[in-house]
């Protein structure tokens, strides 16, 4: 099951979701003669949701009854950010050998090492599917695509040991770190100690630098997160062409070590970082007018175009 959230005569609603069909739960609901509270929260209809299994029952009607599909479903729906406000927005820096020594590092075995975690704030950065991603006025000339597979929390975790970790997702969706390569604030200030550091981080943080979606991929649809292929294209050249097996820190571990001593919450979102294959490591750009779609098998195609910035 793909749920995802949309906008229709100025309403938000839940709908389930398969490419470029979009089939409002509510209606479907009413089809198949199950009774479901309505709201656009789609935690509701995940893992550990309270509509959970009448979801599911839903859905099995409407595999059952195809026909219904074509009059049930939403034309031109604008798909919205399936989570709209996370409580954590938390992201994985170096999950990807090859990413790492085509950024000039060297990457390191897992048992030697921890995972990088930044953060977005997400009531700012955060993008949906078809959305326009502003350049930056203030550094507008280093920006920088980044596929990756989002973790969608479903019920709270602490402590978690990698074995169960996998429990406490709701589901998993795809995620566009939009990065500033080339941020930097105050070009003649006295350079510091920590100077690079920051400048990396501020990079991350530009308004709408993190579209997500087009939905949310429930466990049962993406059995294996660490087989899932993934690639990403700027006006149809691919440019990023990878899998998930090929992270260094798979989902489970991410989980495990950030529930460690951060207390993870419904709704969070954790972006599992990116494979190689970014324009930083061979000097390209995005520019006004790219089209940039980042997929992933399983979940979807979550599509954006670039535009100036609109001071």
């Known amino acids: 099951m793909k749920l995802c959230r949309f906008e229709q005569n100025g309403q ?15 209606a479907a609901a009413s089809a198949a003669g199950e009774s479901l509270a309505v709201t656009e929260d789609l935690l509701a209809f995940l893992p550990n ?13 409407l595999r059952s009854n195809p026909g219904a599909v074509a009059g049930l ?18 992201l994985l820096a170096g999950n990807y050998a090859k990413h790492i020594e085509e950024s000039g590092g060297i990457a390191v075995e897992r048992a030697r090492t921890f995972p990088y975690v930044f953060m977005k704030p997400p009531s700012t950065t955060l993008n949906r599917h078809g959305g326009d991603i502003p350049i930056p006025a203030v550094s507008p000339d280093n920006i920088d695509w980044e596929c990756e597979l989002g973790i969608v929390i479903g019920k709270r975790a602490k402590g978690v040991s990698e074995a169960e970790a ?23 200030r006295e350079e510091r100690e920590r100077d690079q550091f920051f400048d990396w981080q501020h990079g991350k943080w530009h308004d709408g630098s993190c579209p997500v979606g087009p939905c949310i991929a429930c466990p049962e649809t993406v059995p294996d997160p660490q087989a899932l292929p993934l690639k990403l294209t700027v006006n149809g050249e691919v440019h990023q062409d990878a899998s998930t097996a090929m992270q260094i820190f798979p989902v489970a571990a991410v989980i495990e070590f950030v529930s460690a001593f951060v207390t993870l919450e419904p709704g969070d979102i954790i972006s599992t970082g990116t494979a190689a294959g970014v324009g ?9 007018g790219d089209v940039v779609e980042a997929s992933i098998d399983g979940i979807g195609t979550l599509m954006n175009t670039m535009v100036k910035e609109d001071n």
């Open 12 to 26: 938000a609603h839940a709908g389930f979701f398969d490419d470029e069909t979009v089939i409002p739960l509510d």
């Open 49 to 61: 949701g309270e509509g959970r299994q009448a979801a599911l029952r839903v859905e099995a009607w």
């Open 73 to 90: 479903a939403v034309v031109d729906a604008e798909i919205l950010t399936p989570i709209p406000r996370p409580n954590k927005l938390l």
């Open 166 to 188: 996998l429990e406490f997702v709701a589901g998993y969706t795809v995620v566009n770190d939009i990065s500033d390569r080339g941020f930097r604030p105050n070009p003649n």
């Open 280 to 288: 930083h490591a061979k000097g390209v750009y995005l520019k006004p």
